[in-house]
């Protein structure tokens, strides 16, 4: 293919959020991972999506990072479903709120950091086709360059070229709404807040630069043009009775209700993540959260099979973990695009759910989804903790009280020892996985569940999650072991 390739272990393609944050698990791994990125900088015309989740912001904090994004945000203690506020004040989590940044903040604060990560980005370049064959992937880039990959992940959005290009299926279902959305300066003060007409829901508010944000709900759905600032006026002359002397747009967006997951998150040496995997209506701001909790199951996991440790096996637990995350966002969103429609029966079925919410379980159980707190990988029968988040525990150690988070700052498994010392040696895994013995006295409580029984010991993957409960004596730790962190080392 003429000139000399350039290799990396892995190649991400796509610089937002979830590819960011990948960049980001895979070189703590200290594995050699580029971004192929069609922007030529990190700027996002308009804000974009809004807001950190709760379990999102503490995959942060398992990095030693939320509080470059909880120092640029709101905060809010509560989550949104279908326009009804769901208090999580109560959730058994440091940041039992919503956090209240932009996407574009969220991107700049990433790429700050995968800067100082020394990753590589190729700006202002877009992949043309790729070719894989059994040792790896060629990646042909629009300025005439050619990369060479172990690994290649589509993290490029909802209309993914690698996954069009690996041959995944996408399938789903077609729009049956779509908004306008526009970032502009008015002449006249307009009708802050929510406005509801026989067409559906409509929202003008303040930007960061004093501007307005504009939502429309559309009265036919079906147009694929890019909308215009025409466009926008006459909505909103059809809403409201005037434009307000809308001017100086920094961006105009239609989104819709199209709902679709990829039908595999992996085909051999191209895997998917983020919005290339799924994309969903908007409701609950929950696709950027996914996108950047896809990123941390998926790193520590394709850091070990490219280094040798772990088979590439290994691999299928992405799919068979993420995928039924996505499933679900895709059934909330569907079911909020449901009511949200203005027909009578929509309303009767509308105050039916407001009431249930209002309710203690219904509101916890619907929180701890859309905050992502309640996610349970099946891990198999046992232990509560089995396949669910780590909490962030206060510890005593011998030298010092530590959290939990802060033992995963560097991407790497613990085990922790909270029983009596002494027990199993894990001497053929110490090169992989971190041994810590530590006290605890407090109460165990996960989100939803409410309280569990305190275990002896705990491993705990680099993603934050309990890939094994009981006591050191226990026999199952060096299965569980050997099938997320690799065999033993030879003595």
């Given amino acids: 293919m003429g000139a000399a390739k350039t290799r990396h272990a892995v190649v991400i393609v796509g610089g937002g959020p979830t590819g960011l944050m990948l960049a980001g698990e895979l070189a703590l791994a200290g594995i050699d991972v580029a971004i192929v990125e069609r922007r030529a900088n990190q700027e996002l015309a308009g804000s974009r999506a809004g807001g950190l989740h709760a379990r999102a912001i503490e995959a942060l904090d398992q990095r030693g990072i939320a509080d470059r994004f909880l120092s640029q945000g709101q905060t809010h203690q509560v989550v949104h479903f279908h326009m009804i506020m769901l208090d999580i004040s109560d959730f058994p989590t440091r940041h039992n709120y919503l956090l209240g940044l932009w996407q574009n903040h969220i991107e700049r604060i990433l790429a700050e950091w995968v800067g100082e990560l020394k990753v590589p980005i190729y700006r202002g370049r877009e992949v043309t086709d790729i070719a894989q064959d059994d040792t790896g992937v060629d990646v042909a880039l629009s300025d005439g360059q050619s990369l060479r990959a172990e690994y290649l992940v589509g993290c490029d959005g909802g209309r993914s070229v690698i996954r069009k290009a690996a041959g995944i299926a996408f399938p789903g279902w077609d729009p049956t709404m779509s908004w306008l959305i526009a ?29 307005a944000r504009v939502v429309l709900t559309e009265r036919d759905v079906g147009s694929t043009s890019e909308p215009t600032m025409r466009d926008v006026s006459e909505a909103l002359i059809a809403v409201y009775g005037t434009d307000y002397g809308i001017h100086s747009p920094t961006w105009i967006s239609r989104f819709t209700d199209m709902t679709r997951q990829a ?27 996914t996108g950047v909790q896809d990123a941390v199951n998926l790193g520590w996991k394709l850091a070990q099979v490219v280094k040798l440790i772990s088979p590439e096996s290994l691999l299928d637990s992405y799919h068979a973990e993420r995928f039924p995350v996505a499933a679900r966002v895709l059934r909330n969103t569907m079911a909020q695009v449901a009511l949200r429609r203005r027909d009578e029966r929509s309303k ?74 002494g ?53 199952g730790l060096a299965d569980a072991l050997t099938t997320w962190f690799g065999p033993p080392a030879a003595a």
Avoid: C
């Fill in 183 to 211: 970032e502009v300066e008015t002449t006249e003060e307009p009708k802050w807040g929510f406005h509801q007409d026989a067409f559906g829901t409509h929202g003008i508010g303040r930007t960061e630069n004093g501007g």
């Fill in 263 to 289: 039908a595999a998150y992996r085909e051999r040496r191209v895997l998917l993540a983020g919005d290339a995997a799924h994309v969903h209506p908007p409701m609950g701001g929950q696709g950027l959260n």
């Fill in 348 to 421: 009767a079925l509308g105050d039916t759910v407001s009431e249930l919410l209002g309710m203690d379980e219904p509101r916890r159980r619907l929180a701890g989804e859309m905050s992502g707190l309640d996610i349970h990988y099946d891990l198999g029968e046992g232990h509560k903790l089995l396949g669910r988040r780590m909490p962030d525990l206060d510890l005593v150690t011998a030298n010092d009280p530590l959290r939990v988070f802060t033992l995963l700052h560097d991407a790497r498994p613990v085990l922790l020892n909270l029983g009596a010392p």
């Fill in 423 to 475: 027990g199993l040696n894990i001497t053929p895994w110490a090169d992989r996985v971190q041994f810590v013995a530590a006290e605890y006295d407090g109460p165990w409580e996960l989100p939803v569940l409410g309280a569990v029984t305190a275990p002896d010991a705990v491993l705990i993957r680099p993603d934050g999650y309990v890939a094994w409960v009981g006591d050191l004596t226990q026999p």
